[in-house]
């Protein structure tokens, strides 16, 4: 598998999440501890409190509308990724069901090339390895698995209705990868995360120097619940736009898939090797030759469903 290239971003979120939000917290944490201690060295200032408000309301406002906004659309993304998977995979599984109601060989060969087919997707592009991006392998698998669909139905006894469901599903999967490769994660510009560290930055700094009430354990309350509101917030978005993390979400309809079939799910077990029947072809494992696949030699493959009779 070729290196994977992870922009600076890219890779601060490939860390592990308590990493992630210790190096949140612990600069926020001494920010708010400087600023508390200039407030106590220079004293009250009551004539700078009015002033102080109408800052801190301009400041905190804009990293509550931002921190809101990125959190939102964070969320819709990796939403979004995770539709496109069901999608995907639920085709993926009628296509399955399809071929194992005919109880052909070929049946078990298209099964083996569409787990092997989800393994790619699994492993590779949809954030597993840091980031969500097509994967070669991933894209010859599919191009096998259609030409083996194609071969196996031009050469077998169908009737009409079967060979449409057949396509139906196999052109459903194949609109539903192409909307799956258009999410991105992370998918906020770097101005945007810059911005909500910087306001968040500022809103908490502000807060810590501003003029201490009568009461001193009121501040260290204000800032304590503050500081805590920010962080959480601060660390939702960089969870939220995490790819590791994106995927750990949206696995769940290739897990059951590649379950399925293994476990025999519509007659297409999958035996291990020695078994027969569910082998997996013979080759390197990322591209098995399918049904329509011509062998060594330039013979035609028989057919996998007896000839109508003349």
């Known amino acids: 598998m ?3 290239n992870l922009t600076f971003l890219e890779m601060f979120l ?24 200039l407030s106590d060295k220079l004293g009250p200032d009551i ?47 009628a296509l399955a069901e399809d071929f194992g109601a005919l109880h ?47 071969q ?15 396509y139906a599903h196999l052109e459903t999967i194949k609109a539903a990868r192409k909307d799956r490769l258009t999410v991105t994660l992370p998918n906020l510009p770097v101005t945007v995360v810059v911005l909500v560290a910087l306001s968040a930055c500022l809103t908490l700094f502000g807060i810590a120097i501003f003029p201490p009430p009568r009461v001193r354990w009121i501040k260290f309350y204000y800032l304590g619940a503050s500081l805590t509101v920010v962080v959480a917030l601060v660390f939702t ?46 080759g390197d494992g990322t591209s098995p030759q399918g049904p329509g696949t011509p062998p060594p030699g330039g013979e035609s493959p028989p057919a996998m469903l007896p000839k109508p009779r003349q």
């Open 47 to 93: 004539d700078a409190a009015e002033l102080a408000k109408q800052a801190l309301a301009l400041v905190s406002g804009g990293f509550i509308f931002i921190g809101a906004f990125a959190i939102v659309t964070s969320w819709d993304n990796q939403s979004r990724l995770g539709q496109t998977v069901i999608n995907e995979f639920s085709s993926m599984t």
């Open 237 to 282: 978005v960089f969870v939220l736009q995490a790819p590791k993390n994106a995927a750990e979400q949206v696995s769940k309809p290739i897990d059951i898939f590649i379950f399925s079939v293994k476990q025999g799910g519509a007659n297409l077990k999958i035996g291990s090797p020695g078994e027969g029947g569910g082998q997996p072809p013979k």
């Open 152 to 166: 196996f139905v031009n050469s077998a006894t169908l009737n009409p209705h079967q060979a449409e469901m057949i």
């Open 14 to 37: 490939d860390l592990h999440p308590v990493l992630i939000l210790l190096i949140i917290a612990a600069p926020l944490a001494l920010l708010v501890w400087i600023g508390f201690k």
């Open 104 to 150: 052909v060989p070929a049946g078990k060969t298209i099964a083996h090339a569409l787990m092997t087919y989800a393994q790619f997707v699994k492993d590779t592009e949809i954030g597993t390895l840091g980031m969500v991006s097509p994967n070669r392998e991933a894209q010859h698998q599919i191009a096998q698995i259609e030409y083996d669909v194609d």
């Open 2 to 4: 070729p290196p994977v």
